[in-house]
């Protein structure tokens, strides 16, 4: 697969999405990088300025399964993973899969659910696969699950556990549009939600591709050690009181591995490890109680701590 047309199939995974969401290309690119790095993807914010119809957005442009989960309080994990049903005519056990078995999931609104239920997903998450009654199932692939997340501080929620969060590989935040392209979305959106026109312009096998391409990606001792040099900042900040593991470095490194592929290049930049890094990083680490009464907005501490802790670490040159 050449370069320039992977580049250019990244663009019109991009152009897909950008005829919906308007003026957020950075976090639409961000999420196309994490589907690249074969990750799992977190997108938090308010109600009502497009999580679900960004999800929905990277899954209609791709000729795949997909599946929507709404999270609720009530949800069990049966509801994600599948049941196992009697046949009477066949006098055995029949397994009925659930929605988690497809290609991308949109979890959506994953934190109005119980910690029981978000639970299923970790082993869905961690090797794309699912054991239930004692079986193992694999998932297709490429599997990824894109989530949606509204802020803790709203009624009904729960948060969700570390070991949970540390399965997304990045978190996305979308933010209001700016006035220009509300604008734009108020007089192009009369039939609010609709994404029907939204054609593919990838398949699953071509994700797939790209994916091993990005794995090849070139990255230099260098840059290695300044993603080991950042991971250790997190661990002796006294502003951190939870610093980031070796899984969330390795995180780093692929995100920075995917962001230089969807450029075009086949080499990495520390600039492709700055751009990723409080993406990669933020949700994985836990703000010193000192801390947090200095910031304004909870939702957004951890990423201005690790902004501080990052101006500190010296790049390569």
Same mark, same amino acid.
């Not at 119809?53 to 949800?75: K, P, V």
């Not at 209001?176 to 192009?188: F, M, N, V």
């Not at 899984?247 to 230089?260: M, T």
């Given at each position: 697969?050449?370069?320039?047309?992977?580049?250019?199939?990244?663009?019109a995974l991009q152009r897909n999405c950008e005829q919906v969401i308007k003026g957020k290309s950075d976090a639409i690119r961000r999420v196309?990088?994490?589907?690249?790095?074969?990750?799992?993807?977190?997108?938090?914010?308010?109600?009502?300025?497009?999580?679900?119809?960004?999800?929905?957005?990277?899954?209609?442009?791709?000729?795949?399964?997909?599946?929507?989960?709404?999270?609720?309080?009530?949800?069990?994990?049966?509801?994600?993973?599948?049941?196992?049903?009697?046949?009477?005519?066949?006098?055995?056990?029949?397994?009925?899969?659930?929605?988690?078995?497809?290609?991308?999931?949109?979890?959506?609104?994953?934190?109005?659910?119980?910690?029981?239920?978000?639970?299923?997903?970790?082993?869905?998450?961690?090797?794309?696969?699912?054991?239930?009654?004692?079986?193992?199932?694999?998932?297709?692939?490429?599997?990824?699950?894109?989530?949606?997340?509204?802020?803790?501080?709203?009624?009904?929620?729960?948060?969700?556990?570390?070991?949970?969060?540390?399965?997304?590989?990045?978190?996305?935040?979308?933010?209001?549009?700016?006035?220009?392209?509300?604008?734009?979305?108020?007089?192009?959106?009369?039939?609010?939600?609709?994404?029907?026109?939204?054609?593919?312009?990838?398949?699953?096998?071509?994700?797939?591709?790209?994916?091993?391409?990005?794995?090849?990606?070139?990255?230099?001792?260098?840059?290695?050690?300044?993603? @080991? !040099?950042? #991971?250790?900042?997190?661990? %002796?900040?006294?502003?951190?009181?939870?610093? =980031?593991?070796?899984? /969330?470095?390795? &995180?780093?490194?692929?995100?920075? @591995? !995917?962001? #230089?592929?969807?450029?075009? %290049?086949?080499?990495?930049?520390?600039?492709? =490890?700055?751009?990723? /890094?409080?993406? &990669?990083?933020?949700?994985?680490? @836990? !703000?010193?109680?000192?801390?947090?009464?200095?910031?304004?907005?909870?939702?957004?501490?951890?990423?201005?701590?690790?902004?501080?802790?990052?101006?500190?670490?010296?790049?390569?040159?």
């Amino acid at each position: 697969m050449a370069r320039e047309t992977t580049h250019e199939k990244v663009l019109a995974l991009q152009r897909n999405c950008e005829q919906v969401i308007k003026g957020k290309s950075d976090a639409i690119r961000r999420v196309i990088v994490g589907m690249l790095a074969r990750g799992h993807v977190l997108i938090e914010d308010v109600p009502g300025v497009g999580k679900t119809t960004l999800a929905r957005l990277i899954a209609r442009s791709i000729d795949c399964t997909f599946q929507r989960i709404q999270f609720t309080s009530d949800l069990l994990p049966s509801d994600i993973l599948g049941v196992s049903v009697y046949d009477q005519r066949s006098q055995r056990f029949e397994f009925k899969p659930g929605p988690i078995f497809a290609h991308i999931v949109l979890a959506d609104e994953i934190n109005r659910t119980t910690p029981k239920t978000q639970s299923a997903l970790l082993e869905a998450m961690s090797v794309a696969q699912v054991s239930i009654d004692g079986v193992t199932r694999p998932l297709p692939h490429p599997f990824m699950v894109i989530a949606t997340q509204n802020p803790i501080e709203s009624h009904g929620t729960f948060p969700l556990p570390r070991a949970q969060l540390d399965r997304f590989l990045i978190r996305v935040h979308l933010g209001y549009p700016g006035p220009q392209d509300e604008r734009a979305i108020l007089r192009e959106q009369v039939d609010i939600g609709n994404i029907d026109h939204v054609r593919p312009v990838l398949t699953a096998q071509d994700i797939v591709a790209m994916q091993q391409e990005v794995l090849k990606v070139r990255i230099d001792d260098s840059i290695i050690e300044y993603i @080991q !040099a950042i #991971a250790e900042a997190t661990r %002796r900040s006294p502003l951190i009181e939870l610093g =980031v593991s070796t899984r /969330a470095a390795l &995180a780093l490194r692929v995100v920075a @591995q !995917a962001r #230089a592929y969807s450029e075009g %290049r086949d080499y990495c930049l520390p600039d492709d =490890v700055k751009q990723m /890094a409080i993406a &990669a990083l933020a949700h994985r680490i @836990q !703000a010193a109680r000192a801390f947090e009464s200095e910031l304004p907005s909870a939702q957004r501490e951890d990423e201005e701590v690790l902004a501080r802790v990052l101006s500190d670490v010296p790049s390569p040159a």
